[in-house]
């Protein structure tokens, strides 16, 4: 039995169980303390765990908090971050000291599982991925903000023009605000393929938009430009923290459907080591792509995926959801083939499964994705292919005598 501690951490302290062998077999002894939360707290509570030769500390997941401990403590402590919802406490001797007790005891004998942490430079990159994201999706939330104050004033321009964010989409409401109401010119300040729609642009130009509707629509307008602005900061300071990942960005870039932002987000969330993933199952169930197992009495029952990596699934369902259109790729017959009996959304996750198959391959061997093509599934087994086309002309009431094409000589 290991010399083990468990330490329950809040806001502002933390209960640290050291758990000591006795000196008979089966025997040990527990000792609480309580320490702060600052960092001088948990330096000294770093001296007290190493003064007691604790050859293993415990501690859970618990929101931010756990991080302000851990990173210090892994200095000099072989320290072993668990998933909370894996250690719960027994029902009703839940106290932040027996906690802290419960984290000591299975450590002690090696039946706590790690959660994976990345190292340092992978977090940098984290930080930043994650927070572009957040970006993104304010200036998104921004840009509607602004169409649905237009359309309140009985301009509709999107009725038109569905992209948002184009010129042709900035340069109008720009000219609103300074005071133009003509129709017929606004709709004239339209560009490139939009020129064509500018009778319907005419038609949706016209409202009742004021000065009240000016100064909301420049105030939106604003805090747009603000996050375009924040985001090409972000993505400048992300291509130099993720120069030492290049060679993984290049690879990533190659599979259908991932663009160089996408493949920076799966490199900051699984860390581009596999070598921590033993195989593409583990990094699967580990991103929440993998069906769970719940099986009793013989039966299986509910077996939906777990919840996984929220941002790298998020990152993951949006290249789904765009190469399921694919018509010449491997992935889009991946989603064609369950989409008709399992529907679209068991189909997407099929493809988020089979993309990190590649991508934990194609990390692990160096090698460029190698697609199979859309005629997979018919080349894998070429008999159920056949039998099913000519069932299928049969039922529409076709007479089918298959013939084997000659091959060209």
Known sequence: MKKG??????????????????RLAGQYTSTVTTWGSTTNKVLALREHLLRAEVTLLVMKATSEYWKQFYFPLEDGLNVLLANAQQVKNMPGRKTDVSDAAWLAQPGAYGLVRASFVPPEPIRRLRDLTRTRTMFIRQRATEIQRGEKLRKDTGIKPNSAATDLTGVSSRTMPGALIEGERDPAVLANMAVY??????????????????????????????????????????????????????????????????????????????GADMTVFPTAGHLRSWAGTAPGNNESAGRIKNSKTRPGDPNLKAALGTVALAISRSKKTYFGAKYRRPAARRGPM??????????LIAVWNMLTTGENYNDPGPDFFARLQPAKTRARAINQLQALGHTVTPELAQQPA
Do not use: Q
């Open 346 to 355: 068991k189909a997407l996750v099929a493809v988020e499964h089979a993309i």
């Open 5 to 22: 501690a468990g330490i329950d951490i809040s806001k502002r302290d933390a209960k640290a169980c050291v758990r000591l062998p006795g």
């Open 193 to 270: 393929s939009l020129r064509a729609k500018i009778p319907a642009l005419t038609e949706t130009l016209n409202g009742r938009f004021n000065d009240h509707h000016a100064f909301l629509t420049k105030m939106h307008l604003n805090i747009t430009d603000g996050h375009t602005r924040t985001i090409a900061d972000l993505s400048t300071r992300t291509g130099e923290v993720l120069g030492p990942f290049a060679a993984a960005t290049d690879l990533l870039v190659s599979i259908p459907g991932i663009s160089e932002h996408v493949a920076e987000i799966i490199i900051a969330e699984t």
